[in-house]
């Protein structure tokens, strides 16, 4: 299992931006969907998007359409999440987490944490007052 490691969480202000990256020790990411989390205290983690581990479709939960891409750098076998115009709602723990399937996956919908394991200790997005 491949093991993750988050960066580039960090201050932000509302309308922000910020750019999360995603790489794994060990096993590389290149065979694997990749999805972003993020938690609230006291909420359940919920799914923000993803990238499918064959042809790169992505998908978005509702609330980051057009705010948030999620890419992969094959080369660096590196997953971003490019985070615009960044709210308050948004400012809880992000993760990136790989799939469980055996074979290929396909990102279709809203990524949903039971269907991807070894999470990394995400970066904060904490938003100054």
């Known amino acids: 299992q491949p093991r993750l490691v988050e960066s580039g969480g960090g201050l932000v202000q509302p309308g922000g931006s910020l750019r999360l990256s995603c790489k794994a020790s060990g096993v590389g990411l290149r065979s694997y969907a990749i999805g972003w989390f993020r938690q609230a205290p006291g909420k359940e983690r919920e799914g923000v998007s993803c990238?499918?581990?064959?042809?790169?479709?992505?998908y978005y939960e509702d609330s980051v359409k057009g705010r948030f891409t999620i890419s992969r750098d094959r080369a660096s076998d590196t997953v971003y999440l490019q985070m615009n115009a960044l709210e308050p709602e948004d400012s809880p723990i992000y993760y990136c987490?790989?799939?469980?399937?055996?074979?290929?996956?396909?990102?279709?919908?809203?990524?949903?944490?039971?269907?991807?394991?070894?999470w990394g200790r995400g970066p904060q997005v904490p938003f100054s007052s």
């Open positions: 990238i499918s581990s064959e042809d790169d479709t992505t």
């Open positions: 987490a790989v799939d469980r399937a055996l074979g290929p996956y396909r990102c279709f919908a809203t990524p949903r944490p039971g269907e991807f394991h070894s």
